[in-house]
């Protein structure tokens, strides 16, 4: 059950709320975020929403069913737009391009990259400085120095940027040049680094685990969200399945079910999804007409010569193609919905 | 390897010709279908050509390293196109509709489906007469009756229809009244019946076990089309995962491989793709855009009192809507290959 | 619902409580098996016995909640027991072997496999004569003829002998050879194969679908026994997972679960199971512990030349290590029960 | 490859050494544990020894063709044993018991299972005062003071303990109370993690991932012995598969893979792995047979009551009979060796 309190409320009046709801058997877990307060009540009988609806200092209560709460579309009607500044939002209703390289490679390669996204009118550049790799022995990521550069190719073009982080110690020096911190699969429940970016007024993108459920990334998304951080976008970046013919499975189901099931936007992977980069573009498309606000892509100029992806990264010619579809199908959507 | 031999050959010449491929120490399978014979040769050597190209009678050879032959687009250029007759086709470059209910409940339901497809310009009416089901003790279809019911009514209408075939020894009886055999996830690897609708010159509709992979499913076509039928059409319906917020999770993938992979024609069931009413337009869509040549989808005029599937059939209503808005995309896709 | 009918029940009478069933509003299906007769009394409101209790003609009424009815051990307290004749039994206590090659490849590979399986006493042969295989071109068994000679070689031993059955056409001409019929992971949802089955009065050895569930596999032994045949073996043979290491993922779990499911016995495929040679003792072993009531498994005089499945078949030493510590295990479990 | 190196090399020559192989075009990693010092070799050509084995300093080289190198079994024969002292080890060829409570829930709780556990000869005791929920509302573990009374309830009756770690922040802290580290499912792959373990001088317990491979798994392992830290146990704690009656699928298969794969001694837990507590002996023996160097498993004076877990805990009486039986099996697996 979640409340929403009366936004003149005193710090003391406020104390006193949760203790009468306590009072009444519940437990309850006060939010504080960018935007608002609430109380989230759990326990049993929270279906019943009369028992606390009539408290001082209540200005709202909504009975939430799922396993999750303020992440769910049960209590909040209107969708969740992310504002990055500068006009680039994210869940408006336009589709969201997120395009760059998997690996941030140096300063050229940057620059290349981000001239190309602005030529071509994408706001947000991708780009991993810290890569999480299966195999202490593979290439790890230029780390912060190359996150700096990132940043700044991406900032002289005007553009925003996405980057992966992996650990709680990484937030405070990665923050002055993130505009969207994102959260790996591998990551998708490491609650504490969930918790770490509850408390940053900055945006986080959540994948999927790599066999993760939909409620599971919905309760993780609850982790960001209850600790402070309002700003959260899901992402489905493809499953584990027993198919040997491609690298994952993306599933295009979760798209509309998780915007059926939250209110926060959820944007599609489509290069890890399936891994393959001659299939990329279709199933980019359909993630897109499933009802994806945001495509999350990978691109470089020579593809085979990143120094990870490689066999799932677009070259400029194809990125070109998949992002004037991608806008073909903004307007089919737009007319049809 | 595929050996196409001359049209004229003799029985004798191509007796003599099998001769010789084995006694070059291969295995050689000739296969004769209602368009063509061929020569499959397996066996070790077989990416040389080069030994069986010169013999007296071969037309051509192709070398296929997949596990799968004749079905395999390593052979076949030009795809594969369905002619149901009267000007009805899969695979043509349009979106074949397949609509109607899970089972065939009786003359009304038929005749009401019937006219609502033919005012909406579809052309092929799907439903079932006999049910595979996974208790003996629930509805199992009204059998060879209600296919009758089902072809006349449709008939009226000027449709073609699809119906599900469950074992060998239906057949013969089912041929009079069916356009399309549908073999359901379940009997996909049922290789007797796959093997005895390869002896019938009526196309067949296979669908992909529920964990099978994509190999398996083409190698189960390599079936249908080593006993003699060309005319086949894959149906990717849906994988088993873990994910429970969902019946099955249709894979989206599948569709742009299976059509890189072969020359058949490919169609999405989104209906026991994702296996709710509310989410089976989006993914149907995503399909669509993926690269499907038709959709298969289950409609009823009360969705709520069907015999079966109840819970992912579409009202006329969301039909209408559905069926408007794969044209749309039609033109879409045509637009932008 | 399963009403257990008075013996002495004439047909008039059975005829008649049929009738006061159905007059109740429930569904009433009559099961004939070579034991017993039941009546499977379906639809809302079956869980109160009372109104059919009292019914003339009635001896018992059990209650079962599973989506299975027959094979649930909700009714049945005693496990069933399979006697294949002198002294052969499977589930009463004792762990039985079913040993022998994938395929049947000659006279004298059953010869000699059958000398060796005689010699150690173990009692069940395997083999196939009738091969499912994925691809059309593969050695598809030794059919008609392979089976007869098996049977032969393995009776001159002494020996039962099990094999598996693809098609509701093979069954008249294999059963006088045949002591146990063996559905493979492709055919468990062939309903139409499991109803014929049904009608036959010898046991079937029914293998888990590669990715059913439990229940399937259960709803799936329901259409044999409720076609007429209790003689029925369930089997647990690997599922598929994402696990590339092995060729399928044995389910340990699947063992207790279904002797606490139903009251039929439950054996073990460790050879399908994880499909490695030098790991399947091991999780043969397990199974045992676990609590199956048989092994089945694959061995071959020289495995590297089988025909089928060298790569997880045992060598004779293999095998009489393996008998041994299956015969081990026997008495601890014995004495720990 | 892996490149040992005499103990009698100064630092100096050391870095020379590094420099001639990287001269050779390989990617060179010095990694130095409680017990050696080891380069490790990795880039193309790696197969070849012959280019390092002559090279100053170098005592031996072994080629490993695992994505894996220093936990792979392929360089060292000899499996490896956890001394955890006072004669406490895993992976003597005795199986070890770990038992305790899901969670730390007092000073009572802990003292009741540790007597339990001093009076039937368990040496390890399992429990968790952090603890990795879902959801945000669940309750978290008791914490550091938690563990602080754990760590005392335990020693005052002998015993070690193991305990979950979820974030590098916490090890400094832990570090004086525990024994074995746990790092569970959800973080196989947080790799972050797994380095600072590797810098700790104790023993680590790593979990396989909810739907991890068994390389993965090994690479995981990978990061904490190249970290510095040689002690480390695999778990096998049950995957994710579309199975319903179970919470998780025990991979059986995994236990004799892993042993093959690794020198690393293997434990299996079968109370996650199935997650029901009447099925929790069997599975738990089948990992004894099947090889496992230990079981991990959640007891507790009065299972329905627990925190957590409820579902899957043992009582005292199931506890000592599965006890019993473990160490019975413990002689059979002896005697059968």
Not at 2 to 31: K, N, P
Not at 135 to 160: D, I, T
Not at 207 to 235: D, P, V
């Amino acid at each position: 059950m979640i409340v929403q309190i009366e936004e003149s409320l005193g710090e003391r009046a406020l104390f006193d709320l949760i203790g009468e709801i306590e009072a009444l058997g519940f437990e309850a877990t006060q939010v504080v975020t960018q935007k608002q307060s609430y109380i989230v009540v759990t326990g049993k009988g929270t279906d019943d929403i009369r028992a606390i609806g009539h408290l001082k200092g209540v200005s709202d209560v909504h009975s939430v069913k799922d396993s999750y709460q303020l992440v769910s579309r049960a209590w909040k009607v209107k969708r969740t737009t992310i504002d990055l500044g500068d006009g680039v939002t994210i869940g408006d209703g336009k589709i969201a391009i997120m395009a760059g390289p998997c690996s941030i490679e140096g300063v050229d390669q940057v620059d290349e990259i981000a001239s190309f996204l602005a030529e071509n009118r994408v706001a947000i550049m991708r780009g991993g400085a810290f890569k999480p790799r299966s195999s202490p022995y593979s290439f790890q990521g230029m780390g912060q120095e190359g996150l700096q550069m990132f940043a700044e190719g991406a900032r002289a073009q005007g553009l925003k940027i996405i980057t992966e982080v992996l650990a709680p110690q990484q937030i405070e020096s990665m923050l002055p040049f993130v505009d969207i911190f994102q959260v790996g699969a591998r990551n998708t429940q490491n609650f504490t680094l969930l918790q770490e970016l509850g408390k940053v007024d900055k945006p986080v993108l959540l994948k999927r685990g790599i066999s993760g459920t939909l409620e599971e990334l919905l309760q993780s998304a609850e982790y960001i969200f209850s600790s402070g951080n309002e700003k959260i976008i899901l992402c489905e970046r493809g499953i584990r399945t027993f198919e040997k013919a491609y690298r994952n499975t993306l599933d295009i189901n979760a798209i509309p079910v998780l915007k059926d099931k939250s209110h926060l936007p959820v944007v599609v992977d489509p290069s890890h999804g399936i891994g393959i980069r001659k299939f990329v573009e279709p199933v980019a498309l359909a993630g897109v007409v499933a009802g994806a606000d945001g495509v999350l892509v990978e691109i470089h100029p020579v593809p085979e010569e990143a120094f990870s992806d490689a066999a799932q990264t677009l070259n400029f010619k194809e990125a070109q193609q998949l992002f004037t579809k991608i806008r073909g199908l903004e307007s089919f959507n737009g007319q049809s919905a």
